[in-house]
Nanobody, 122 residues
């Protein structure tokens, strides 16, 4: 059984920074990619950032709303993905979810964490 767990959320003032972490545990044969999504109250879940896990390429992709402020990175040895969030704005307030594209004994699939709350407010 695979578990995805996010951490690092909290409350911060506008202009501040937070670093989210996401760890995958269980019987995982391969990680194809890792991503962060977010969902604000009353809104649909939206894409934030993605990082490929093919060798050392680590190609990344970001939503336009976070480009230049957020940075996604990974630690392959520990099955971890991070989201460094700088220059936070009130509109970044949301529950942030980690998603991993994994190969397990059940085959290839998308696995999600339970989410971590980020609140940006003065």
């Amino acid at each position: 059984q695979v578990h995805i767990v996010e951490s690092g959320g909290g409350s911060v003032q506008p202009g501040g920074s937070l670093r989210l972490s996401c760890a995958a545990s269980g019987t995982i044969s391969r990680i194809f990619g890792m991503a962060w999504y977010r969902q604000a109250p009353g809104n649909q879940r939206e894409f934030v950032a993605f990082i490929h896990n093919s060798g050392n390429s680590g190609t990344t992709n970001y939503a336009d709303s976070v480009k230049g402020r957020f940075s996604i990175s990974r630690d392959n040895a520990k099955n971890l993905v991070y989201l460094q969030m700088n220059s936070l704005k009130p509109e970044d307030t949301a529950v942030y979810y980690c998603e991993m594209q994994l190969l397990t004994a059940s085959g290839r699939g998308d696995y999600w964490g339970q989410g971590t709350q980020v609140t940006v407010s003065s």
